[in-house]
């Protein structure tokens, strides 16, 4: 069973930028196998996926995000990084990390490894 953490989240104000970081340990496997997926749930909303990498590199992002936020991922530290910019007050969630053997595009509890969550709020 795979153990993510998830860190860097904060307040930060409308137009600021944000690193998000997602640490993985635990596995038996090599964690270049592996596709992460960075997903966000604000209040009152269904969990949705912002941006994922695979584990061939192959990104993909919510419209609402591309352009401003970018995902990367460093195999030699098993950890997965969502770099945001240009924050919006619509940005404001808790954002999550899943790993799994495939990129789910929607959100599937059941799938994979989540971790706790790190509180993003953008606000002046």
């Known amino acids: 069973q795979v153990q993510v953490v998830e860190s860097g989240g904060g307040l930060v104000q409308p137009g600021g930028s944000l690193r998000l970081s997602c640490a993985a340990s635990g596995s038996r496997n090599i964690f270049s196998i592996y596709a992460v997926g960075w997903y966000r749930q604000a209040p009152g909303k269904q969990r949705e996926l912002v941006a994922g990498v695979t584990s061939g590199g192959r990104t993909n992002y919510a419209d609402s995000v591309k352009g401003r936020f970018t995902i990367s991922r460093d195999n030699a530290k098993n950890t997965v990084y969502l770099q945001m910019n240009s924050l919006k007050p619509e940005d404001t969630a808790v954002y999550y990390c899943?790993?799994?053997?495939?990129?789910?595009?929607?959100?599937?509890?059941?799938?994979?490894?989540w971790g706790q969550g790190t509180q993003v709020t953008v606000s002046s």
């Open positions: 899943n790993v799994d053997s495939t990129l789910n595009l929607d959100y599937r509890p059941l799938r994979g490894s």
